[in-house]
């Protein structure tokens, strides 16, 4: 990677900060992905753009400081990928937060961009958010608990064959956490 084509990456915590395009964009990046069998929220492609569309207008929404950011990485203007980064204010369970939706778009896979989302995510629940520890639940099968492993997630658990894919095609649900931050 050049540095003209190196990425940068973006927390918007509030529905007005978002830029014109973004909202479009989102949802055009989380179809391409489920489209492709990406494991970030819509699991039997082909996606219907109009539920993807309603499900990112949920996450604009609730965009909160306290409670839900989102983080973006571009390259070269050009959304290249996303994730949520979301806590509970809850007094039992504020300590932690939990990473949804993380993804990037197919041609920029193997460049970095999962990961910098990832570490990015990771300094924005220790530094603006207080957090303590970081969740998420993974789809098995397809090395995510290997990409997460690289970046200091270990597994905690599993629930086997969670996740019913097709009739012969039944997945765990990987549970990973990253702590300390």
Sequence with gaps: MTSDDSPRFTQYTSPEELPD???PALA???TEVSDA???AGFPFP???PAEVAAAVDRIVTGLDPA???LVVATVDGALAGWLCL???PHPLVAHWGTLHHVQTRLGVRGRGIGAGLVRRARVIAREEMGLEQ???AARGGIGLEGFYGRLGWREIGRWPGA???AADDDRDEILMVLTPL
């Design 163 to 165: 996740l019913r894919l």
């Design 67 to 69: 409670s839900s950011r």
């Design 21 to 23: 395009g973004l909202v």
């Design 28 to 30: 055009d990046c989380w």
């Design 46 to 48: 082909p996606v219907d």
């Design 37 to 39: 069998g990406g494991a």
């Design 86 to 88: 979301r806590r509970d």
């Design 134 to 136: 970081l969740r998420l």
